[in-house]
């Protein structure tokens, strides 16, 4: 079974900084595209940040200049490192990834989450 961990979540002041990580292990063939997204209640997951096996990014406007993304594709990790954290940002942040395992498709998986909260 793959699984997806995440894990860096957390309290921190407005204007503060964290970095979320996320690992996939099992028995995987190759990872592709990874991201992560955010979920608040009463909202749909919305993306956050992606980036491709080739370490093309792409970013939420709503995010852009404050949030990195940056992945290890022989480790199969990715970071997301946050900073000038605002009370928007409060969510559950869920790791993605586009996963082979050797079959014929290419399948999403997806983390549990980790929480983060951004308050004084």
């Known amino acids: 079974q793959v699984q997806l961990v995440e894990s860096g979540g957390g309290l921190v002041q407005p204007g503060g900084s964290l970095r979320l990580s996320c690992t996939a292990s099992g028995v995987i063939y190759r990872v592709y595209d990874m991201g992560w997204y955010r979920e608040v209640p009463g909202k749909s997951r919305e993306l956050v940040a992606t980036i491709t096996r080739g370490s093309s990014t792409t970013y939420a406007d709503s995010v852009k200049g404050r949030i990195d993304i940056s992945r290890n594709n022989r480790r199969n990790t990715i970071d997301l490192q946050m900073s000038s954290l605002k009370p928007e940002d409060t969510a559950v942040y869920y790791c993605?990834?586009?996963?082979?395992?050797?079959?014929?498709?290419?399948?999403?998986?997806w983390g549990q989450g980790t929480q983060v909260t951004v308050s004084s």
């Open positions: 993605r990834a586009q996963i082979s395992l050797g079959g014929p498709t290419i399948d999403d998986y």
